[in-house]
């Protein structure tokens, strides 16, 4: 597993936001492993809110979107009981009767030049969700004006608005996947081997691959565009990648799943069912949040309360999510 490149890091905002938005409205309000659809409310429609919050870093534009949420089930979290979490879930206003609610927060990059979408969504297939379209829609931007997606990995939450269908939803974009998440979910013995509430994600990443001609298998960091980088984050799955946007002094980092509400990022020692290799997700983390809270780097973080930014900080020797601050675009 290759090292956390410094690059990940370098140009992050220090102070503020720069400028930021916030449109439309706000969101209101040893585990067991049993079959995904029997744990997680399913969406039979649409999820129909749509708030978008906006900032600007350097030339570009990034808009949070929503595909909705889901209320993840508290003994999903290894390393802690479920009573811990539910205790602090109800600390932080995240604790729902079923869960520990998650957002699905997806991020779409404009310079003027590309439009870049940062994963699809799960679009109905896991809680409530399904509104990544209408939010695209309430910009005024059609799925097949989108130029690349970037799927940071192949969980279903990730990927789902891309086959929704069985249809190629984006049929105009360019599709960036780690090599090593196409290889795994793509593998018949890994699937054959896989717990039921993974087979979803394996059957979605074969309608991916079998959908998509422009699909990108890339290996290791890369600059998308002028000032969009990959960078590696390996760990959660084999391929999970993040996305740097820098520009003018500012940068941006969305770490997908490198961050979960509650337990994240106090104790790197806490995981997330769904995580492939619970060893490699830690020595990530064990990495990337000191290094974030010392750098006061600027992250996008897709399961945290919407719009998902904030910092890593250190705080009497402990680390916690810090809400960045927001200001009014004038």
Known sequence: MSQLSRRAFVGALPLGLGGVSLLGGGLIGGASTPALAATHEVAKTPATFTPLAQIRIGRFTVTALTDGYADMPYDYFPGRTAAEVEQAAVAQFTARPSGVRFLFNQYLIEDGAHRILIDAGAAGSIGQTG???QALG???????????VIVTHMHQDHMG???LGGKNNYPEAELYIDRRDVKHWTDPAKRSGAADYLQTSFQMAEEVVR???KLQAIDGEREIVPGVFIVDLTG???????VRVEDGGQSLIMVSDMLFPVVHPGATDVFFLFEQDPVAAKAMRDRFFPRA???GALIAATHMPFPGLGRVVADRGQLRWQVADWALQN
Do not use: F, M, N, R
């Open 131 to 133: 509104a990544l379209p």
């Open 138 to 148: 309430t910009l005024g931007v059609q799925p097949d004006q989108i130029d690349a």
């Open 161 to 163: 608005g891309l086959v």
């Open 211 to 213: 959908l998509y001609p």
């Open 236 to 242: 959660h799955t084999p391929g999970h990648i993040g």
């Open 293 to 295: 809270a010392s750098e």
